[in-house]
Nanobody, 118 residues
Framework: QVQLIESGGGLVQAGESLRLSCTAP????????MGWYRQPPGKQRELVAT???????TYGDFVKGRFTISRDNANTAVILQMNSLKPEDTAVYYC????????????WGQGTQVTVSS
Protein backbone atom coordinates (compact mmCIF):
# COMPACT_ATOMS: atom_id res chain seq x y z
CA GLN A 1 0.00 0.00 0.00
CA VAL A 2 1.26 3.47 -0.91
CA GLN A 3 1.83 5.63 2.16
CA LEU A 4 1.49 9.41 2.05
CA ILE A 5 3.12 11.11 5.02
CA GLU A 6 1.44 14.37 6.01
CA SER A 7 2.77 16.93 8.46
CA GLY A 8 2.39 20.56 9.45
CA GLY A 9 -1.14 20.77 10.80
CA GLY A 10 -1.93 22.40 14.09
CA LEU A 11 -3.68 25.19 15.96
CA VAL A 12 -2.99 28.80 15.00
CA GLN A 13 -4.59 32.21 15.40
CA ALA A 14 -6.25 34.09 12.56
CA GLY A 15 -3.71 35.85 10.37
CA GLU A 16 -0.92 33.37 11.07
CA SER A 17 0.61 30.81 8.71
CA LEU A 18 1.07 27.07 8.41
CA ARG A 19 3.11 24.92 6.04
CA LEU A 20 1.76 21.49 5.16
CA SER A 21 3.93 18.79 3.65
CA CYS A 22 2.98 15.54 1.93
CA THR A 23 5.77 13.09 1.21
CA ALA A 24 5.16 10.36 -1.36
CA PRO A 25 7.27 7.51 -2.73
CA UNK A 26 9.53 8.73 -5.50
CA UNK A 27 7.93 6.64 -8.22
CA UNK A 28 4.52 8.10 -7.33
CA UNK A 29 5.77 11.65 -6.90
CA UNK A 30 7.49 11.66 -10.29
CA UNK A 31 4.53 10.65 -12.47
CA UNK A 32 1.34 11.83 -10.74
CA UNK A 33 -0.50 15.04 -10.18
CA MET A 34 -0.76 15.63 -6.43
CA GLY A 35 -2.60 18.07 -4.25
CA TRP A 36 -4.50 18.94 -1.13
CA TYR A 37 -8.20 18.76 -0.34
CA ARG A 38 -9.94 19.75 2.86
CA GLN A 39 -13.12 18.86 4.72
CA PRO A 40 -14.53 21.39 7.20
CA PRO A 41 -16.66 20.05 10.06
CA GLY A 42 -20.05 18.93 8.77
CA LYS A 43 -19.25 19.83 5.16
CA GLN A 44 -18.14 18.06 1.99
CA ARG A 45 -14.54 17.71 0.92
CA GLU A 46 -13.33 20.51 -1.36
CA LEU A 47 -10.32 21.18 -3.56
CA VAL A 48 -7.58 23.35 -2.09
CA ALA A 49 -4.81 23.08 -4.69
CA THR A 50 -3.18 20.66 -7.13
CA UNK A 51 0.13 20.57 -8.95
CA UNK A 52 1.20 18.48 -11.94
CA UNK A 53 4.61 16.93 -12.46
CA UNK A 54 5.46 19.83 -14.77
CA UNK A 55 4.47 22.41 -12.16
CA UNK A 56 1.07 23.48 -13.45
CA UNK A 57 -1.15 24.49 -10.53
CA THR A 58 -4.83 24.91 -9.77
CA TYR A 59 -6.43 26.48 -6.71
CA GLY A 60 -9.81 26.61 -5.08
CA ASP A 61 -11.44 30.02 -5.39
CA PHE A 62 -11.58 30.47 -1.63
CA VAL A 63 -7.78 30.62 -1.45
CA LYS A 64 -7.75 34.14 -2.97
CA GLY A 65 -3.98 34.33 -3.24
CA ARG A 66 -3.30 33.23 0.33
CA PHE A 67 -2.09 29.68 -0.39
CA THR A 68 0.75 28.42 -2.58
CA ILE A 69 1.38 24.82 -3.64
CA SER A 70 4.81 23.67 -4.77
CA ARG A 71 6.97 20.59 -5.24
CA ASP A 72 10.06 19.82 -3.17
CA ASN A 73 11.80 17.50 -5.59
CA ALA A 74 14.72 16.66 -3.31
CA ASN A 75 12.34 15.28 -0.68
CA THR A 76 9.61 14.04 -3.06
CA ALA A 77 7.09 16.17 -1.21
CA VAL A 78 4.27 18.53 -2.09
CA ILE A 79 4.18 21.68 0.01
CA LEU A 80 1.16 23.83 0.80
CA GLN A 81 2.11 27.21 2.23
CA MET A 82 -0.94 28.76 3.89
CA ASN A 83 -0.75 32.43 4.83
CA SER A 84 -3.28 34.81 6.36
CA LEU A 85 -5.29 31.94 7.75
CA LYS A 86 -8.94 32.50 8.63
CA PRO A 87 -11.27 30.61 10.98
CA GLU A 88 -13.14 29.28 7.93
CA ASP A 89 -9.93 27.49 6.90
CA THR A 90 -10.46 25.14 9.83
CA ALA A 91 -10.72 21.63 8.40
CA VAL A 92 -9.06 18.28 8.06
CA TYR A 93 -6.60 18.58 5.18
CA TYR A 94 -5.94 15.51 3.02
CA CYS A 95 -3.07 14.88 0.65
CA UNK A 96 -4.17 13.41 -2.69
CA UNK A 97 -2.50 11.54 -5.53
CA UNK A 98 -4.53 11.64 -8.73
CA UNK A 99 -4.87 8.32 -10.51
CA UNK A 100 -8.07 8.98 -12.45
CA UNK A 101 -6.17 8.97 -15.73
CA UNK A 102 -5.43 5.31 -15.05
CA UNK A 103 -9.04 4.54 -14.25
CA UNK A 104 -7.81 3.72 -10.76
CA UNK A 105 -8.63 4.88 -7.25
CA UNK A 106 -6.76 7.90 -5.92
CA UNK A 107 -4.32 7.63 -3.05
CA TRP A 108 -5.19 9.64 0.06
CA GLY A 109 -3.37 10.59 3.22
CA GLN A 110 -5.00 10.03 6.59
CA GLY A 111 -5.59 13.75 7.08
CA THR A 112 -4.07 16.43 9.28
CA GLN A 113 -6.15 18.82 11.39
CA VAL A 114 -5.83 22.56 10.84
CA THR A 115 -7.62 24.73 13.38
CA VAL A 116 -7.67 28.53 13.13
CA SER A 117 -8.97 30.48 16.09
CA SER A 118 -10.32 34.02 15.95
Amino acid sequence: QVQLIESGGGLVQAGESLRLSCTAPGNIFSINTMGWYRQPPGKQRELVATITTSGRTTYGDFVKGRFTISRDNANTAVILQMNSLKPEDTAVYYCNVDRHYLGALDYWGQGTQVTVSS
